[in-house]
């Protein structure tokens, strides 16, 4: 490096401004290469910032997109009602059947209620023990007394421990409470005294039975004292009942139904209804259809998406005119019309806007041209309000699945349960060879002389098994002891108890045991589908054995699924048929019945889903946007290397300028000295005229 000092000094012997030269040299020659790395950058960082506003337009437009392939954005329900303080309507789902109803409210859910003798304090002791709440129907006296109570043998006791640290009336109610059985506890004066009241679940079949077994001494478990003050059985009955428990009735179109709460979601599937009172003889219409105006609204707000989509891109993809200071208006490209990615992504989303979409079969409407949108010279699209007025009242039906993903079956035995990022729509024709079915035990014949129905009390002998699910052995199984009314109630108590088990449990190891009454025995089904669902009783007692049919035996295979998807063999679990690897279907997820055979799957991602899926694929992270961000980034970096390599060029170039003159000046120096040398040796010749 040149000591400045040098730098100033050159000059002084020409006379040049040497150093405003190699300063203006050296500006000469970098400027060329310098404003390419400018022209470079500019562009570069404007690629970065307008992909961002890409990213946010894309980001805006999906949302736009999104609300047509969620349920709720074209499938909406709207209610229209009769006023009534007797039942109301308070959730509709996008699966509820247009139509009407017409509902009558006989009677409201009750939760029975019991209530305890009084005590002077809330903390007052009330013994120790356990007390076993049953679930069941209780049938009472006239003072509340308990006379009958049939058990629900699908429903597990209760038990509620009372020892040292809870021993009072109200640890005796938090106990309670703290069961998390839904039944709840409370203390209550009534003037005379403060009263446990204990109240059940709604429902005719949620009543209870309370027996106690006290500890310490020799209690009686029966009498008023200690904690059989709380007893309430067929034995006794220390408690009082002041409320039965009573299901819900109702008739929907004349229809008798009952259920065990007031908030009713199962009897019309998507509608959920409050019952508030009884009302009989008043009669409640309810009507849904189809919101359309909510699911028009939401395409016309997509199509005003699109357009601001298509303005807020237009000064990235197009020209705009610019004025400048002076008042000079000039032309600007935006920075990604030249782009090939940027003009990609924008190129496949006008083809999905514009192309008929897969998967709708015979359908009349698969583009959007069907339902009156049109696509104008400029790109933006508009609405034929005649057209799309037309779809609306006509085919609605056909409006929701041009929009939103649909799935459809020609067979009532082969559905799509699922479908994936990678799945090709369209149709695909489905052939099975062999038909799944599930692994099964068939029971001997029950002993009608040993096991008497109806009414067969079980306590009278112990009836306990073990049985294998799917590869999976239970503990012993012993039959609860009761009196089961019916074989079909002693086979739901058997699938309880199965169900029940925590080793069966743990494994998703579940079965359903019907009654056969053609064969007279108990059938138990693995829930499982395929070659390895398999039931077998491994250990049985004799009782079980002989008088119910639990003989100790392995039952009958399940069957995997074999079929073909498109003439193509597909991977199978159990009653699901993938198709293979790298074929369009790859994704779907077939669920098959026993008795399929063949038939046809059409699978539609709708236009919104084919436009949802294409954006999400420009957006996701590490997408096609994001690698050009990143490569846009590395060449600016590329850039501040060419920059930091040319300012040290210019550099050696200045130095280089400097050198030359410093010997210019040198050689300047060299012939000054010289003629003034020459200047004093003539004039001290002879003869020679002095100079003035």
């Given at each position: 490096m040149i000591d400045n000092n040098i730098i100033q000094s050159i000059g002084a012997?020409?006379?040049?401004?040497?150093?405003?030269?190699?300063?203006?040299?050296?500006?000469?020659?970098?400027?060329?290469?310098?404003?390419?790395?400018?022209?470079?950058?500019?562009?570069?960082?404007?690629?970065?910032?307008?992909?961002?506003?890409?990213?946010?337009?894309?980001?805006?437009?999906?949302?736009?997109?999104?609300?047509?392939?969620?349920?709720?954005?074209?499938?909406?329900?709207?209610?229209?009602?009769?006023?009534?303080?007797?039942?109301?309507?308070?959730?509709?789902?996008?699966?509820?059947?247009?139509?009407?109803?017409?509902?009558?409210?006989?009677?409201?859910?009750?939760?029975?209620?019991?209530?305890s003798t009084s005590f002077a304090s809330i903390t007052d002791t009330v013994g120790e023990g356990t007390l076993t709440i049953r679930l069941g129907s209780v049938t009472t006296d006239v003072n509340g007394a308990m006379t009958a109570f049939s058990a629900d043998v699908e429903e597990d006791a209760i038990e509620i421990v009372i020892d040292s640290s809870n021993n009072s009336l109200s640890g005796l109610r938090d106990a309670i409470n703290n069961s998390d059985s839904g039944i709840q506890a409370s203390i209550v004066n009534d003037g005379s005294g403060y009263k446990l009241q204990i109240k059940a679940a709604s429902g005719a079949a949620n009543e209870l039975e309370i027996t106690v077994a006290e500890s310490g001494g020799t209690p009686t478990n029966e009498d008023a004292n200690?904690?059989?003050?709380?007893?309430?059985?067929?034995?006794?009955?220390?408690?009082?009942?002041?409320?039965?428990?009573?299901?819900?009735?109702?008739?929907?179109?004349?229809?008798?139904?009952?259920?065990?709460?007031?908030?009713?979601?199962?009897?019309?599937?998507?509608?959920?209804?409050?019952?508030?009172?009884?009302?009989?003889?008043?009669?409640?219409?309810?009507?849904?259809?189809?919101?359309?105006?909510?699911?028009?609204?939401?395409?016309?707000?997509?199509?005003?998406?699109?357009?601001?989509?298509?303005?807020?891109?237009?000064?990235?993809?197009?020209?705009?005119?610019?004025?400048?200071?002076?008042?000079?208006?000039?032309?600007?490209?935006?920075?990604?019309?030249?782009?090939?990615?940027?003009?990609?992504?924008?190129?496949?989303?006008?083809?999905?806007?514009?192309?008929?979409?897969?998967?709708?079969?015979?359908?009349?409407?698969?583009?959007?041209?069907?339902?009156?949108?049109?696509?104008?010279?400029?790109g933006t699209l508009s609405i034929d309000?005649?057209?799309?007025?037309?779809?609306?009242?006509?085919?609605?039906?056909?409006?929701?699945?041009?929009?939103?993903?649909?799935?459809?079956?020609?067979?009532?035995?082969?559905?799509?349960?699922?479908?994936?990022?990678?799945?090709?729509?369209?149709?695909?024709?489905?052939?099975?060879?062999?038909?799944?079915?599930?692994?099964?035990?068939?029971?001997?014949?029950?002993?009608?002389?040993?096991?008497?129905?109806?009414?067969?009390?079980?306590?009278?002998?112990?009836?306990?098994?073990?049985?294998?699910?799917?590869?999976?052995?239970?503990?012993?199984?012993?039959?609860?002891?009761?009196?089961y009314a019916d074989k079909d109630e002693m086979a739901v108590a058997l699938q309880t108890l199965i169900n029940a088990d925590e080793t069966l449990a743990a494994n998703a190891a579940t079965v359903t045991v019907t009654y056969d009454s053609i064969n007279d025995r108990f059938d138990i089904t693995s829930n499982k589908y395929g070659a390895s669902s398999t039931v077998e009783i491994t250990e049985a007692s004799a009782s079980a054995s002989s008088d119910l049919g639990l003989a100790v035996a392995a039952g009958t295979p399940g069957v995997t699924v074999v079929g073909t998807i498109d003439g193509v063999a597909g991977f199978a679990s159990g009653n699901v048929l993938l198709p293979k690897l790298g074929e369009p279907a790859e994704g779907l997820a077939l669920v098959i019945g026993k008795n399929a055979s063949t038939g046809t799957v059409n699978f539609s991602r709708g236009f919104a889903g084919e436009l949802d899926e294409l954006i999400t694929s420009f957006l996701t992270a590490g997408g096609v946007i994001d690698l050009r961000e990143d490569s846009l980034e590395s060449d600016l970096e590329d850039l501040d290397e060419d920059q930091t390599s040319l300012d040290r060029r210019m550099t050696a170039y200045q130095e280089r300028l400097i050198q030359q003159f410093i010997s210019m000046e040198r050689i300047l120096n060299s012939l000054n000295s010289s003629g003034s040398f020459l200047d004093n040796l003539v004039n001290t010749l002879p003869f020679t005229a002095k100079r003035d």
């Open positions: 012997g020409s006379g040049i401004d040497t150093n405003n030269l190699v300063k203006q040299l050296t500006s000469i020659e970098k400027a060329a290469p310098q404003n390419r790395i400018d022209k470079t950058r500019d562009l570069t960082e404007s690629k970065i910032s307008d992909f961002g506003k890409l990213k946010s337009a894309l980001s805006t437009l999906k949302d736009a997109t999104k609300t047509l392939t969620d349920p709720e954005g074209l499938f909406s329900k709207t209610a229209s009602f009769t006023e009534s303080d007797a039942l109301v309507p308070v959730e509709l789902g996008t699966d509820v059947q247009t139509g009407s109803y017409t509902f009558e409210v006989n009677a409201i859910a009750k939760s029975q209620s019991l209530s200690g904690l059989s003050r709380f007893a309430f059985n067929t034995t006794v009955s220390q408690l009082t009942e002041n409320q039965g428990g009573q299901d819900a009735s109702l008739t929907l179109n004349g229809l008798a139904i009952t259920r065990e709460t007031n908030k009713v979601e199962d009897v019309v599937e998507g509608l959920t209804l409050d019952i508030l009172k009884a009302a009989p003889g008043e009669e409640i219409n309810i009507t849904i259809s189809d919101d359309k105006a909510f699911a028009e609204q939401n395409i016309r707000d997509f199509v005003e998406a699109y357009n601001l989509f298509l303005e807020v891109l237009e000064p990235i993809f197009g020209t705009s005119e610019v004025e400048n200071d002076e008042g000079e208006t000039t032309t600007v490209t935006g920075s990604l019309a030249k782009d090939s990615l940027a003009k990609s992504i924008l190129s496949q989303i006008r083809s999905t806007i514009a192309s008929s979409i897969p998967g709708l079969g015979n359908s009349d409407f698969t583009s959007l041209t069907n339902v009156g949108i049109r696509t104008e010279l400029d309000e005649d057209d799309f007025s037309d779809a609306f009242d006509t085919n609605f039906e056909d409006i929701q699945k041009l929009f939103a993903p649909t799935t459809y079956s020609s067979s009532g035995e082969i559905f799509i349960n699922s479908y994936g990022k990678n799945t090709t729509a369209g149709e695909y024709e489905v052939n099975i060879t062999t038909a799944p079915d599930q692994g099964y035990y068939n029971g001997g014949d029950l002993d009608d002389t040993e096991a008497t129905f109806p009414n067969f009390d079980s306590s009278a002998k112990t009836y306990d098994f073990k049985i294998s699910v799917n590869g999976n052995t239970s503990d012993t199984l012993v039959i609860p002891s009761a009196v």
